[in-house]
């Protein structure tokens, strides 16, 4: 029923920069907090950002600071992760996640969007 749907995923330069979108259904939207994560290879999954309910608030993890932005539109449904000035290091699984208020865990996962290390 609930389900969350990553998209944009893709090769890219490291440099480029890469939009990626989660579409959530069978669920309040405007009632969950939203999260991005990655997991590269190799490595445990960790946390990229998240957004408040209203879209108003966002929290990025030091690695991605100032170079990812994190937005959401509730009335598509929909969270975003645009990623700009992208580095070696930022090649790997992106998924979104839902939860209520913190510290309650993310109780919604999507399978998760590639971005695939550059050739």
């Known amino acids: 029923q609930v389900q969350l749907v990553e998209s944009g995923g893709g090769l890219v330069q490291d440099g480029g920069s890469l939009r990626l979108s989660c579409a959530a259904s069978g669920l309040t939207f405007s009632r969950y907090a939203m999260g991005w994560f990655r997991q590269a290879p190799g490595k445990e999954r960790e946390f990229v950002a998240t957004?408040?309910?209203?879209?108003?608030?966002?929290y990025y993890a030091d690695s991605v600071k100032g170079r990812f932005t994190i937005s959401r539109d509730n009335a598509k449904n929909t969270v975003y992760l645009q990623m700009d000035s992208l580095k070696p290091a930022d090649p790997a699984v992106y998924s979104c996640a839902a939860r209520t208020i913190a510290p309650a865990p993310y109780a919604y996962w999507g399978q998760g969007t590639q971005v695939p290390v550059s050739s």
């Open positions: 957004v408040s309910l209203s879209g108003t608030t966002t």
